[in-house]
């Protein structure tokens, strides 16, 4: 198996990557973005690429939900949890007192915020395409070095000083919110084999806003609740071909199999044909999903077969 992440080794999402069985003997791709990872995937390079989609603190992740929903279909197989913690790294000698420029991933610095206003409030936030970039960046002999790169500390995952112990640590779990997690998923093209049914899954679905009038999102989620099928998230994004046109993000409870989700898939791709069902996979938190008696398999077993009854009625 070969797998891409966004890289270079050391990020959030290698951890994530690390988790799934037999990566660690498979051969790993470190890329520079979630666009590249996917494209690596679709191009057949990898066999599965493992993008973060979203964080319990700053929400989705704009550039993952973009690039699932567009292009050739892709298949979402499994997910992962990671716990968020950050440290602050420098040069070796650095001191806190000589940080004027920080850098890292715009997701990370949403989760510093805080801590930089009580601790650096003068300091200027650099993007960075990851947490371990950015921290690689100041190592001595680094081709891009903090000189270069322009910036004096970076905020990254403690997992890179594990692996870079010349970095100076000047400060450690500096995160805003300590339970913050960040879910990723792995993704695979779209004839990889459907994970099976657990009883705790999830479904990921892209709905385009097909018609722009009043009540058609509502239109839209009829189609789960009147199923007791729950959104456990939702979001929109622009679809870039012109203002005021969107698509929809949406994570389900549930898997296609259960049966209450096939009916509102059904349904939903009557109103919507431009739906895109990007997969069904076992959640990372196990959570089992509570599902009300009328929207059991066996209810809909019963009601599939009362109408096939009826059906079979001859006509007069």
Not at 5 to 18: H, K, Q
Not at 153 to 182: F, K, M, Y
Request: hydrophobic share 45%; glycine share 8%; aromatic share 6%.
């Amino acid at each position: 198996m070969r797998y891409a992440y966004l890289g270079p080794a050391g990020t959030f999402t290698e951890a994530a990557l690390l988790g799934v069985e037999g990566a660690r003997e498979a051969e790993r791709v470190p890329v520079s973005s979630v666009p590249v990872a996917l494209a690596a995937v679709r191009a057949g390079e990898v066999d599965a690429a493992m993008v973060p989609i979203e964080n319990s603190v700053e929400g989705g992740v704009t550039a993952t939900l973009d690039a699932v929903a567009t292009g050739s279909e892709l298949r979402i197989v499994r997910e992962a949890l990671v716990p968020v913690r950050f440290v602050l790294v420098a040069p070796p000698g650095a001191a806190l007192a000589d940080v004027r420029t920080v850098s890292t991933h715009s997701h990370a610095w949403a989760q510093v915020r805080g801590w930089m206003d009580r601790h650096l409030p003068g300091a200027d936030y650099v993007p960075a395409s990851s947490t371990a970039a950015a921290a690689l960046a100041l190592l001595p002999g680094a081709q891009d070095g903090p000189r270069a790169a322009g910036f004096d500390a970076a905020v990254c995952s403690p997992v890179v000083v594990e692996q870079h112990p010349e970095l100076t640590v000047l400060a450690e779990d500096i995160g805003d919110n300590r339970g913050a997690v960040t879910r990723f998923i792995l993704v695979a093209r779209p004839d990889a084999p459907l994970p099976r049914r657990t009883g705790a899954d999830r479904t990921t679905l892209v709905v385009p806003l097909w018609e722009d009038r009043a009540g058609a999102l509502l239109e839209i989620l009829e189609q789960f609740a009147t199923r007791g099928v729950n959104l456990s998230r939702i979001e929109s994004r622009p679809t870039g071909n012109y203002l005021g046109e969107y698509f929809f993000s949406i994570d389900v409870d549930g898997h296609v199999h259960d049966a209450r989700v096939a009916d509102a898939l059904v349904g939903l791709r009557r109103v919507c044909p431009s739906t895109r069902f990007l997969g069904s996979y076992p959640r990372a938190d196990h959570k089992d999903t509570g599902v009300a008696g009328q929207h059991s398999d066996g209810a809909f077993r019963e009601a599939q077969a009362w109408v096939a009854a009826l059906q079979g009625q001859r006509p007069a």
